[in-house]
């Protein structure tokens, strides 16, 4: 069960009908501070609009704040962290935001994102 300072926090924070946050460490820290977990992690490539067809990503969000960039969906998508720490959750999303995503020469990510899936 999703606390209710979590449902908050969601409601004031994210900008579209996934749990994608500017701030995903924040949401982070709150959930697991309330005694939630996610399930699963699906990956956004932000970019400007111009980029997107070198993007790994397809379709998305424009950015709320800047119209010339959008959070364009990429098929990276990491089940099964339910069990996972807080710790070991931040440093995969850092790993992987660091590696960034490749297909071939002509698809890269530029800044990845990752929205999340909540435990029950």
Known sequence: MTSINVKEYIS???FCSEYL???W???????Y?????????L??????KSQQLESVGSGGYSDPDNDEFMYAETHLFQNGLET???N?????IICQRKEGLHYGNKY???DLVPSFYLSD
């Open 43 to 48: 990956w956004w490539d932000h970019c400007l």
């Open 33 to 41: 501070a309330e005694g939630g977990r996610i399930s699963s992690i």
């Open 12 to 14: 004031k924070h994210t």
């Open 108 to 110: 890269k990510s530029h």
């Open 21 to 23: 946050f500017k701030d």
């Open 88 to 92: 070991e959750i931040k440093e995969y």
């Open 25 to 31: 460490e924040s949401f982070l820290d709150l959930l």
């Open 84 to 86: 996972r720490t807080l």
